[in-house]
């Protein structure tokens, strides 16, 4: 990819694992359990979608203002990301979600 973000987010998600495979260790991304503090809702659901997020409170987040893979001020505010399944189209408040923390 050549936005910011999406480049950013593959190598986080593909590239750093494949590095340190190769310098022989195994990359575990770290995880934490949050519920979200507002409804998450998209149009397409045909693919996976990765998204900024920012705690708000103890175990609470809400997306960054995001605007697409082009948006790089939104990683800035970003603590970190969440995942959207394909076929998924929302995600209701107060739902737990994993977050990969920045």
């Known amino acids: 990819p ?3 973000v999406s480049t950013y987010v593959v190598f986080e998600i593909l590239v750093k694992p ?4 190769l310098m ?3 990359y ?3 995880q ?9 809702k998209r149009r397409k659901a ?10 708000t409170g103890p175990g609470r987040i809400r997306l960054v203002d995001y605007h697409g893979s082009a948006h790089i001020g939104a990683m800035t505010q970003a ?3 969440i995942t959207l399944p394909v076929g998924t ?6 739902m737990d979600v994993h977050v990969r923390p920045l």
Do not use: K, W
């Open 32 to 40: 934490v359990t949050a519920a979200l503090d507002h409804p998450v």
């Open 24 to 26: 022989g260790h195994a």
């Open 2 to 4: 050549g936005n910011p």
């Open 46 to 55: 045909v693919r996976l979608s990765t998204l900024p997020v920012i705690f």
């Open 89 to 94: 189209q929302e995600m209701p408040q107060g």
């Open 18 to 21: 494949f590095l340190y495979g």
């Open 28 to 30: 575990c991304a770290p």
């Open 79 to 81: 603590h970190g990301l």
